[in-house]
């Protein structure tokens, strides 16, 4: 758990260095609070146990994605029923709409994402990436572009801040999931 670990850390002390919206907290009872109908994964239990988001709400410069609690988790699945079974919807668009999926089943948790109808489409090969990515993220947007600075004077995403995100995402994720997840959250 060394590698989780190492993510939820570097999340949490990104989200208070930039003063993020929300908190995350340690769960004492995770069985009592889990909801008993939702699938869960070790890495899932070891991420609200230990790092649970009360109101986490990040700015992307364009969308704002809440993580959800382990309180909100059974409400954030409504509209989302025709997910498979070993899908639970951890995050979404402030909105709603652009679910962040675990899939609970696989190793290492992958994590997916959609957005309206559109088919699920992975974005991380496991929870502890995409939480990485996410801080990653977080770092480039609230750091160097302050925050709605990712975009140019034509409402065009700055290809500078495209190519960094991917310098700094495309070692952890990988080529071909960093191309969907910044479709996910630019696109």
Same mark, same amino acid.
């Given at each position: ?7 939820? /850390?570097?999340?949490?002390? !990104?989200?208070?260095? $930039?003063?993020?919206? %929300? ?5 004492? *009872? ?5 909801? #008993? ?5 070790? /890495? ?6 230990? $790092? ?13 994605? *809440?993580?959800?609690? !382990? ?7 409504? %509209? ?16 709603? %709409? ?6 609970? +089943?696989?190793?290492?948790?992958? !994590? ?16 502890? +990436?995409?939480?990485?990515?996410? #801080?990653?993220?977080? *770092? ?11 975009? +140019? ?5 700055? *290809? ?26 630019? %696109?």
């Amino acid at each position: 758990m060394s590698d989780l670990e190492n993510a939820f /850390e570097k999340l949490v002390s !990104v989200c208070s260095k $930039y003063a993020l919206t %929300g908190h995350f907290n340690a769960v004492n *009872e995770l069985n009592n609070l889990f909801p #008993a109908s939702l699938p869960r994964s070790e /890495e899932l239990d070891y991420f609200y146990k230990r $790092y649970n988001p009360e109101g986490v709400v990040i700015e992307t410069g364009l969308t704002p994605i *809440e993580l959800h609690s !382990v309180n909100a988790l059974e409400k954030s699945q409504a %509209g989302y029923g025709s997910l498979p079974d070993n899908y639970l919807v951890i995050g979404d668009d402030y909105g709603g %709409g652009k679910p962040l999926i675990a899939v609970v +089943d696989q190793k290492n948790t992958p !994590v997916y994402a959609s957005y309206d109808v559109a088919q699920p489409f992975k974005i991380a090969d496991s929870l502890s +990436d995409f939480i990485l990515s996410l #801080a990653n993220l977080i *770092e480039l947007v609230y750091g160097r572009y302050n925050i709605f600075e990712v975009f +140019d004077d034509n409402d065009e995403i700055k *290809e500078e801040f495209t190519e960094e995100l991917q310098r700094a995402l495309s070692p952890v994720i990988g080529d071909e999931n960093f191309v969907a997840f910044f479709d996910y959250f630019y %696109g």
